[in-house]
Antibody, heavy 116, light 107 residues
Framework: QVQLQESGPGLVKPSDTLSLTCAVS?????????WGWIRQPPGKGLEWIGY???????FYNPSLKSRVTMSVDTSKRQFSLKLSSVTAVDTAVYYC?????????WGQGTLVTVSS | DIQMTQSPSSLSASVRDRVTITCQAS??????LNWYQQKPGKAPKLLIY???NLKTGVPSRFTGSGSGTDFTLTISSLQPEDVAAYYC?????????FGQGTKLEIK
């Protein structure tokens, strides 16, 4: 059973960079799967942010591409998300997940609020 | 981008009712369609992948069907624990968008 756990600041100031990490346990992050980030604004639906392969190949949502950077650290069994120049509309619960056409395993999610 | 449209947006039904949620894609996605259940305050969980394959451990009262542009999630006999939001998601071409969700409540 794959376990994923998001971590990072719960409060980010406008124009700053949001940084989150997803720790993967009970599964090898290098086992040929994609790892993704999804977010959900309060009371709203799900939005795909991007994916990263263990080799570092990435795909980003075009609507966020100019502000998103994802990375992976196989030695630490974790992957990361950076979202720059955040505004209030970036306030959301951020989930990390294992992706193989479908999101088969999810982290519990972490709420990030953008506010001064 | 492929748009995914779910209907209805919200639904209220009685225990043991048969419930149907639909998802329509803006273009042909073959069977590249997944369904998720999200209970309040929790992360989504995969129910069905590739339109009709039930994830191991998901109750058999959940079934998925469809191909091309029109898909259906059916709960054969609604249970109190099925109160949740349900989302469809395609994976034909990037971005792999979600439907807007269907909120299911017990009458």
């Amino acid at each position: 059973q794959v376990q994923l756990q998001e971590s990072g600041p719960g409060l980010v100031k406008p124009s700053d960079t949001l940084s989150l990490t997803c720790a993967v346990s009970d599964y090898s992050i290098s086992s040929g799967n994609w790892w993704g980030w999804i977010r959900q604004p309060p009371g709203k639906g799900l939005e795909w942010i991007g994916y990263i392969y263990y080799s570092g190949i990435t795909f980003y949502n075009p609507s966020l591409k100019s502000r998103v950077t994802m990375s992976v650290d196989t030695s630490k069994r974790q992957f990361s998300l950076k979202l720059s120049s955040v505004t209030a509309v970036d306030t959301a619960v951020y989930y990390c997940a294992k992706f193989s056409g479908w999101y088969s395993y999810w982290g519990q999610g972490t709420l990030v609020t953008v506010s001064s | 981008d492929i748009q995914m449209t779910q209907s209805p947006s919200s639904l209220s039904a009685s225990v043991r009712d048969r419930v149907t949620i639909t998802c329509q894609a803006s273009q042909d996605i073959n069977k590249s369609l997944n369904w998720y259940q999200q209970k309040p305050g929790k992360a989504p969980k995969l129910l069905i992948y590739d339109a009709s394959n039930l994830k191991t451990g998901v109750p058999s009262r959940f079934t998925g069907s469809g191909s091309g542009t029109d898909f259906t999630l059916t709960i054969s006999s609604l249970q109190p624990e099925d109160v949740a939001a349900y989302y469809c998601q395609h994976y034909v071409s990037l971005p792999y968008t979600f439907g807007q969700g269907t909120k299911l409540e017990i009458k």
